[in-house]
């Protein structure tokens, strides 16, 4: 039997990689004007970003604890196994959650056997990692071989992103409120990365172009072996950008593939529109 994978909305995979990969998807949810959404399958990223462009503050929650009583009891009914790669545990209650009712469920069925990684990662960092894992669970590799990969690449991956407005996230308490000083001064764009879960601002750049040529640089510095590698990146309701950054990241290593996709709705109410994002690991698997 395969090695089912399980991931999260936060990881901003489209709903179609869900459907053609055979991983399970777990949505967080996207409270907007009173309406609840599950992200991914019931609302689109954009209506987020037009939602807070007219005002609305939106808010998000974790994945259901009802959800994942009835998947992970469907599993343990049918004798399933597998890996769920989640969300950091210092952005969102996701895991200790999922670690919580996994221990229920085991209560009744002991020997169902399902593994919860919380990756520290987010966004697509998170995604790059559920997908290579949904490939090899397709190359029917072992569950061992699968979990030190995903544990391995967890460890390794680099998320350097730019936001428009640091507002967003001092709002929902994801970066300090210090560091929101920087939002909307005289252009100056911050830089921010992922340090063991949490956002960590670490640079600021006046001028888009030269924040996006900071961040082609960052890569060279904190990447290894970048040309042998599927370099992703996110953005919020920001194709262009996300194309003239894919160029440049072309040009400059020569990846096997720059992945492309949106910010998803859970993960765009805290950043806001304009986000730009990069993922990559710092060290290759042997």
């Known amino acids: 039997m395969q090695v089912k994978i399980l991931a999260d909305s936060a990881c901003d995979l489209p709903k179609s990689f869900y459907e053609e990969n055979n991983v399970t998807l777990l949505p967080l949810k996207v409270l907007i004007n009173g309406e609840e959404y599950e992200d991914v399958k019931s609302i689109d990223p954009k209506a987020v970003y037009d939602s807070i462009r007219n005002g609305s503050v939106p808010k998000t929650s974790q994945v259901s604890p009802l959800l994942f009583e009835e998947v992970f009891t469907k599993m343990a009914e049918n004798n399933e196994y597998g890996i769920y790669i ?3 545990s210092e952005l969102s209650g996701t895991y200790s959650t999922a670690v919580m009712i996994l221990d229920q469920v085991k209560e009744k069925y002991p020997n169902f056997n399902l593994t919860i990684v919380d990756t520290k990662c987010a966004s697509l960092g998170q995604g790059l990692i559920v997908m290579e894992a949904a490939k ?11 979990l030190r990969d995903v544990q391995f690449r967890a460890n390794h991956m680099e ?3 730019t936001v428009e407005d640091l507002d967003y996230l001092a709002k929902g308490g994801r970066v300090s409120k210090a560091s929101a000083f920087l939002g909307g001064l005289l252009n100056i764009k911050p830089i921010l990365n992922v340090e063991d879960g949490k956002l960590v601002p670490i640079e600021k750049i006046r001028g888009k172009k030269k924040v996006l040529r900071r961040l082609i640089e960052l890569a060279y510095e904190r990447g290894e072996n970048l040309s042998n590698q599927i370099i992703g990146i996110s953005h919020a309701d920001n194709e262009v950008t996300a194309l003239e950054v894919k160029a440049m990241l072309e040009e400059e290593f020569q990846p096997k593939e720059v992945y492309i996709s949106s910010i998803g709705s859970a993960i765009g109410a805290h950043t806001g529109a304009g986000t730009i994002s990069i993922f990559f690991l710092n060290k290759i698997p042997s």
């Open 86 to 88: 989640a969300f950091s």
């Open 136 to 146: 090899l669970a397709a190359q029917n590799a072992a569950k061992d071989e699968i």
């Open 159 to 161: 998320h350097l992103f």
